[in-house]
């Protein structure tokens, strides 16, 4: 939780990594809460009783939407769907401003590392690119965690990629900070712009 919170002001993408990884570490502990406290929010070394609560809350809730919500093999929860979705969103907008050639060109780097995974995904398996390459990212990470050779091309085409997701997550929050500042949440829960 503390990681997570510090990776979603951070970086946006570094966030939904992170978030899959919580997700595969919920797995490789069976969804049980007594083995991931063991072997995970143990390592914390986190001294403060309330603090070490609500860290196992957060652990806790999420293992809960895993099993309501039927990952417990595979698959990602929706709340991180719906932010990956978002992320889309947001990089099919910068597509569309003249502003962001640099951003345009990140992307079209890419692109054929990206198109190339499109290629090997069933035709049922509809994917944006944005979890595309959140795919190569992660599946890269796991390739080297676990110690395999990883061939240069392999690691180029990452490259490529991790800059386009760089860019987008740098302009993601950037216009994120910009929409909260136009916004003020009110005492009742309703949103009035500030201009």
Same mark, same amino acid.
């Given at each position: 939780?503390?990681?997570? %919170?510090?990776?979603?002001?951070?970086?946006?993408?570094?966030?939904?990594?992170?978030?899959? %990884?919580?997700? @595969?570490?919920?797995?490789?502990?069976?969804?049980?809460?007594?083995?991931?406290?063991?072997?995970?929010?143990?390592?914390?070394?986190?001294?403060?009783?309330?603090?070490?609560?609500?860290?196992?809350?957060?652990?806790?809730?999420? =293992?809960?939407? &895993?099993?309501?919500?039927?990952?417990? %093999? !595979?698959?990602?929860? $929706?709340? =991180?769907?719906?932010? &990956?979705? @978002?992320?889309?969103?947001?990089?099919?907008?910068?597509?569309? $401003?003249?502003?962001?050639?640099?951003? $345009?060109?990140?992307? $079209?780097?890419?692109?054929?590392?990206?198109?190339?995974?499109?290629?090997?995904?069933?035709?049922? @398996?509809?994917?944006?690119?944005?979890?595309?390459?959140?795919?190569?990212?992660?599946?890269?990470?796991?390739?080297?965690? %676990?110690?395999?050779?990883?061939?240069?091309? =392999?690691?180029?085409?990452?490259?490529?990629? !991790?800059?386009?997701?760089?860019?987008?997550?740098?302009?993601?929050?950037?216009?994120?900070?910009?929409?909260?500042?136009?916004?003020?949440?009110?005492?009742?829960?309703?949103?009035?712009?500030?201009?």
């Amino acid at each position: 939780m503390i990681i997570a %919170q510090q990776k979603r002001k951070e970086s946006i993408v570094e966030y939904l990594l992170y978030m899959w %990884q919580v997700e @595969d570490l919920i797995r490789a502990n069976a969804l049980d809460m007594h083995r991931i406290e063991e072997t995970i929010i143990s390592k914390y070394g986190i001294e403060d009783a309330e603090k070490r609560k609500e860290v196992c809350d957060w652990w806790d809730n999420l =293992t809960e939407m &895993m099993r309501l919500e039927k990952k417990e %093999q !595979s698959g990602h929860l $929706q709340i =991180t769907k719906a932010l &990956m979705d @978002d992320v889309y969103n947001f990089h099919l907008y910068l597509l569309t $401003q003249n502003t962001e050639i640099g951003y $345009q060109n990140a992307f $079209q780097n890419a692109w054929a590392d990206l198109s190339v995974l499109i290629n090997k995904i069933p035709d049922g @398996d509809k994917r944006h690119h944005v979890d595309l390459a959140l795919t190569a990212i992660y599946d890269y990470f796991l390739l080297k965690l %676990q110690g395999k050779v990883v061939l240069a091309d =392999t690691t180029n085409a990452v490259m490529r990629i !991790s800059h386009f997701m760089a860019l987008l997550s740098s302009k993601y929050l950037k216009a994120e900070k910009e929409l909260n500042k136009e916004l003020k949440m009110n005492e009742d829960g309703t949103l009035t712009e500030t201009n």
